[in-house]
């Protein structure tokens, strides 16, 4: 976990504001293209779902608002992400699943594997706490239209939340339905729509 404090913060007023707030969490749902990403996880033998993960969160950590945490009290920028996802469990449970991101596809995805397989084996609900997270979730027979997150445990969690729903086929195209919360302490309008803007070009041309 490479991070540096931060001593002089752009958005301090605006953290400052929100943090009177007891709940600053706020959601959003959009629509974004991924048949590109789909196609890739197919011919590379990737599960779709991991894919989606790693790809939104290639495109979330090139965003410098998005690494901003509280880490003991102390304002701190990550130098990048990290995937808290869930996979399926006996029982029609699930997992959290924690992967760290890897410029290469391929050797994040090896490692990936193996983790994978063992949060498949029983429940595992254990988080990492106060770290360069974000954490995902599918509810992939749910083309949903909004989707609101369980807020993180503490006011503070700067960590997003996200969803992906149901695959829609839009325009020629299949489109991915995402839910994201984030907290309004570390994000602002302009962050979600630079995400935007980044999702739409790193899914177009995965790998």
């Not at 002089?8 to 991924?34: C, G, H, L, N, W």
């Not at 399926?88 to 760290?100: C, E, I, K, T, Y």
């Not at 503490?154 to 969803?163: I, L």
Request: some cysteine; charged content about 25%.
């Amino acid at each position: 976990m490479r991070f540096r404090h931060v001593d002089s913060y752009y958005r301090q007023e605006t953290f400052d504001f929100f943090s009177q707030y007891p709940d600053p969490y706020y959601s959003i749902s959009f629509e974004v293209e991924a048949t590109a990403v789909k196609a890739f996880a197919k011919d590379a033998g990737y599960p779709v779902y991991r894919s989606l993960c790693y790809f939104f969160c290639r495109a979330m950590g090139r965003i410098e608002d998005f690494r901003y945490r509280l880490r003991q009290g102390a304002l701190v920028l990550y130098d990048e992400l990290h995937i808290g996802m869930t996979v399926p469990a006996p029982g029609r449970r699930f997992s959290f699943v924690h992967l760290d991101y890897d410029d290469d596809v391929v050797a994040f995805n090896r490692r990936a594997d193996e983790l994978d397989t063992q949060g498949r084996d029983r429940a595992r609900l254990d988080q990492e706490e106060h770290s360069n997270y974000i954490y995902v979730t599918a509810i992939p027979k749910v083309p949903f239209t909004s989707f609101a997150h369980a807020p993180g445990r503490e006011r503070t969690d700067g960590a997003p939340r996200v969803a992906f729903g149901h695959f829609l086929n839009r325009h020629g195209g299949l489109w991915v339905p995402i839910g994201l919360t984030v907290n309004h302490l570390f994000i602002d309008g302009v962050a979600l729509g630079e995400l935007y803007e980044n999702l739409g070009q790193v899914f177009a041309s995965p790998g």
